[in-house]
């Protein structure tokens, strides 16, 4: 089993948030911790993880409503784990109808719980392989040479800025490829507080890119993961 995979652990109670996030990175997975559903989806806007441990009682949204939620409006196709103290079969039976993946009752041994994550995880089929794009590429009426960062139509060079230049490198370099905020700032040599600038680029790159920016038809965001760049004619 991999030691990279990303653990995202929704958990109210401070204190086993922490022991879960300390336990789990102690097995060798990156834990990001949110202590309630909207720090959850503030979270999953930001980050790419690869399985989620989700407490069902927790105030306002709960655990089953979140997933529930994240599963019909299509965002979120990662495994999750529910953690419970309610242990019946009906509240088993809630949670895998509302599109978990895995069920826990509390109190529970932590070690059951990292068997139960790796379970999960060799049951995602491996990412297929991506081809690192090196040649140009056509973005409609305009191409982009991702080796020297520059877009040119008909007309001749499009001016870019250098944060516009170096995010459509990123893109153009994975094709057809959704590139989460956290991938993008690494490849901008950005910290974690560049989301909001990335965000901000995008949208200024749409503008010399899109013929309409509201409606793209090749930077596209993926709700909930990131970006993706769709080039083509």
């Known amino acids: 089993m991999p030691e990279d995979h ?5 958990e109210d109670d401070p204190r086993l948030r922490e022991r879960l996030a300390r336990y789990l990175t102690g097995e060798g997975f990156r834990v990001t911790a949110a202590a309630d559903a909207a720090e959850a989806r503030k979270q ?6 690869d399985l989620m441990v989700l407490d069902v009682m927790m ?15 299509k965002q979120l196709d990662l495994p999750i784990l529910l953690l419970t103290a309610r242990g019946a079969p009906e509240d ?5 109808e509302a ?14 719980l990292v068997l139960r994550i790796k379970a999960l995880l060799r049951r ?12 140009p590429v056509r973005i409609g009426g305009a191409e982009f040479d991702p080796e020297r960062g520059e877009l040119r139509d008909a007309d001749g060079p499009i001016r870019l800025t250098g944060g516009e230049a170096a995010l459509l490198t ?3 370099r994975k094709p057809n490829e959704v590139l989460s905020r956290e991938d993008i700032a690494e490849a901008l040599g950005m910290d974690d507080s560049g989301e909001r600038a990335i965000d901000v680029q995008v949208v200024r790159l ?5 013929a309409d920016p509201r409606e793209p038809r090749f930077l596209h965001t993926v709700r909930g993961r990131g970006y993706i760049l769709k080039p083509g004619v």
């Open 124 to 135: 995602v089929p491996p990412a297929p392989a991506v081809e690192v794009q090196t040649g």
């Open 206 to 210: 749409r503008r010399k890119i899109e």
């Open 99 to 112: 599109g978990a993946d895995d069920y826990l009752g509390k109190p529970f041994e932590p070690r059951e």
């Open 6 to 10: 990303h653990i995202l652990v929704v």
């Open 44 to 49: 999953l806007r930001a980050i790419d993880p």
């Open 170 to 172: 990123a893109l153009a």
């Open 59 to 73: 105030p306002g949204e709960n655990g089953l409503d979140l997933t529930a939620s994240l599963r019909q409006e």
């Open 92 to 96: 088993r039976i809630a949670g895998f």
